[in-house]
């Protein structure tokens, strides 16, 4: 082999070192470089810097304001008897409600310490009536996917993935349990196919032990297979 093929070789074996160092350079930084993490918005007009604490190891910490958007994970440190009064009747009165309900419709998670339920502070002074509408409207935000946990369950919950769709998932499962086992009570003189129509998709109805049914409603609870119970 002469001189001119031997620098070759070795031009061309110093080229594949080179591309072969740089590609496992370039494998190594992108193991390295992390995924960007999720934002969790805390709606206080003050720093809550034990919450903060909680949080920054897992999650962007930011703090409310008009011009977000977007998030994935909402905290109330604290719900003031307007807010919780204007989420439970889904009423957006004002920007925080607006981002608060956005949030829910968008199927992200929404968290309220409940330590920060002002209302229960008045346990022991409020009118029993006035402290039940408030209990109401909390087992409200419940109902609508809105997380209550305590300061010390906070992180756990936050990291809780698919925790929304979940609560949602049960809520309907129940709805549609409570539809199918609960009969309902039909007590007209005349029951007509137009009067069982609305009462198409439960499995069992209970009539009036008076109540004529037409020949008509007759056939449409065999088509439908709705058990008749008399009473």
Same mark, same amino acid.
């Given at each position: 082999?002469?001189?001119?093929?031997?620098?070759? !070789?070795?031009? +061309?074996? &110093?080229?594949?070192? /080179?591309?072969?160092?740089?590609?496992?350079?370039? #494998?190594? =930084? *992108?193991?390295?470089?992390?995924?960007?993490?999720?934002?969790?918005?805390?709606?206080?007009?003050?720093?809550?810097?034990?919450?903060?604490?909680?949080?920054?190891?897992?999650?962007?910490?930011?703090?409310?304001?008009?011009?977000?958007?977007?998030?994935?994970?909402?905290?109330?440190?604290?719900?003031?008897?307007?807010?919780?009064?204007?989420? !439970?009747?889904? +009423?957006? &009165?004002?920007?925080? /409600?607006?981002?608060?309900?956005?949030?829910?419709? #968008?199927? =992200? *998670?929404?968290?309220?310490?409940?330590?920060?339920?002002?209302?229960?502070?008045?346990?022991?002074?409020?009118?029993?009536?006035?402290?039940?509408?408030?209990?109401?409207?909390?087992?409200?935000?419940?109902?609508?996917?809105?997380?209550?946990?305590?300061?010390?369950?906070?992180?756990?919950?936050?990291?809780?993935?698919?925790?929304?769709?979940?609560?949602?998932?049960?809520?309907?499962?129940?709805?549609?349990?409570?539809?199918?086992?609960?009969?309902?009570?039909?007590?007209?003189?005349?029951?007509?196919?137009?009067?069982?129509?609305?009462?198409?998709?439960?499995?069992?109805?209970?009539?009036?032990?008076?109540?004529?049914?037409?020949?008509?409603?007759?056939?449409?609870?065999?088509?439908?297979?709705?058990?008749?119970?008399?009473?």
């Amino acid at each position: 082999m002469n001189a001119e093929a031997l620098d070759r !070789a070795a031009i +061309i074996e &110093a080229v594949t070192a /080179e591309v072969i160092k740089r590609l496992e350079q370039a #494998k190594w =930084k *992108q193991s390295t470089v992390k995924a960007p993490r999720k934002m969790a918005v805390l709606m206080a007009t003050e720093p809550v810097t034990e919450l903060e604490s909680i949080l920054n190891q897992h999650f962007e910490v930011q703090y409310y304001d008009e011009s977000l958007r977007e998030c994935d994970v909402l905290i109330l440190p604290k719900l003031c008897l307007q807010l919780l009064s204007n989420l !439970a009747q889904g +009423i957006s &009165a004002g920007q925080r /409600e607006r981002f608060i309900l956005t949030m829910l419709l #968008k199927g =992200k *998670q929404v968290i309220v310490l409940e330590e920060g339920l002002l209302y229960r502070r008045y346990k022991s002074t409020a009118p029993v009536l006035l402290y039940k509408l408030y209990d109401g409207f909390a087992n409200k935000l419940s109902s609508y996917g809105i997380q209550l946990v305590k300061e010390s369950e906070l992180l756990a919950t936050c990291l809780q993935e698919g925790r929304v769709e979940q609560v949602q998932q049960s809520l309907c499962a129940a709805q549609h349990e409570k539809m199918v086992t609960q009969p309902e009570v039909l007590n007209r003189k005349v029951i007509t196919e137009a009067d069982l129509k609305k009462y198409r998709l439960q499995k069992q109805i209970v009539i009036d032990k008076n109540s004529i049914i037409t020949p008509l409603a007759q056939d449409y609870l065999r088509m439908q297979k709705i058990e008749v119970h008399r009473r």
